[in-house]
């Protein structure tokens, strides 16, 4: 079966059992906490993968780790998921809980990299206008991007709107690269 669709089903479970516990805002915050203890600590996500650990051992150092830390739903659904060796799959449940979240909450995720820092009144125009045109809420993360020169580049759901001076220019570069005037170009 495909990591993805596996992932999704833990995550819709814990989603749905959370609303059901009215606990989704705590089981939201749990999942962001595994996701920056995933990223920060390689060491971690190492042990969840090896092969050579037993998932008895496993859950006894994620209960070391997360017991006080954790919503007793949240840490009972991760040792389910070690239970059930699936525990490779963590990052990839916690990515798709996130994302139901967002859709539960028509949220939605835009990546703004521009070649400067956006002043505040600039941000909260570009929000406010995207907001209207999604009819959704704005979760906007910035980037700044040195070899853009100039302009943005906006991605959006499977979109990327590309107003850089530089993709500018390599337009122009690749016009000037065709040849009008001389047969066979």
Do not use: W
Not at 68 to 77: P, R
Not at 107 to 134: A, F, G, P, R, Y
Not at 173 to 178: L, T, W, Y
């Amino acid at each position: 079966m495909d990591i993805t669709i596996i992932s999704k089903r833990y995550a819709k479970a814990l989603f749905d059992l959370a609303i059901e516990m009215k606990k989704l805002e705590r089981i939201k915050d749990d999942i962001e906490l595994l996701q920056s203890v995933s990223k920060e600590n390689p060491e971690f996500v190492r042990l969840l993968k090896s092969p050579i650990i037993p998932a008895g051992k496993k859950n006894k150092i994620i209960a070391a780790i997360f017991k006080d830390k954790l919503d007793v739903l949240t840490f009972k659904f991760l040792q389910l998921v070690t239970r059930k060796e699936r525990e490779i799959l963590l990052d990839t449940i916690c990515f798709s809980f996130i994302k139901i979240y967002k859709e539960h909450h028509n949220i939605i995720t835009i990546k703004l990299t521009t070649s400067e820092n956006m002043d505040e009144q600039s941000k909260t125009e570009l929000i406010k206008l995207l907001s209207v045109q999604t009819h959704k809420t704005i979760d906007l993360i910035e980037k700044v991007d040195k070899s853009l020169i100039g302009g943005f580049v906006l991605d959006m759901d499977d979109k990327k709107y590309d107003a850089s001076i530089s993709h500018q220019l390599d337009r122009l570069k690749k016009s000037f690269d065709k040849n009008l005037y001389i047969k066979g170009y």
